[in-house]
């Protein structure tokens, strides 16, 4: 399976990653709302521990910055964003080694 297709879902309601979920096509999610749940795709790369990397990851840079994982309009794909400036690095600007996952912005919403 392509590594850029893989999904976690983040389950609001109940505050964690829900792993036991399908993901199916759009036209049969009008049972779901936005508001309970946020789905979250793979960025097809793996952190400097080998651990996947998906949007919403919180990780921290070579240089000590923390970035969240983002898809970028301006970048037309993934990128860092910093969490102190909100300034934007393309993602192929790093290499796996240079990257390590330390949480998700879910949880860093929750703590502060």
């Known amino acids: 399976m392509n ?4 999904f976690r879902v983040w389950w609001k309601k109940e505050n ?3 792993v036991d979920v399908n993901i199916i096509p759009i036209g049969h999610l009008e049972n779901f709302n936005d508001n309970e749940f946020v789905i979250e795709q ?3 790369l793996k952190d400097k521990n080998g651990r996947f990397v998906y ?3 919180v990780v921290l840079g070579a240089s ?3 970035y969240c994982i983002i898809w970028s309009e301006m970048e037309l794909g993934w990128a860092l964003q910093n ?3 909100r300034l934007c690095i393309a993602m192929n600007a790093f290499t796996a080694d ?3 996952i330390i949480g998700n912005i ?3 919403k929750e703590q502060q």
């Open 83 to 85: 969490l102190e400036t």
């Open 64 to 66: 000590g910055f923390k």
């Open 55 to 57: 949007e919403n990851d």
């Open 16 to 18: 964690r990653y829900r």
């Open 3 to 6: 590594d850029r297709f893989k």
């Open 106 to 108: 879910h949880e860093q």
């Open 42 to 44: 793979c960025v097809g």
């Open 98 to 100: 240079e990257i390590e």
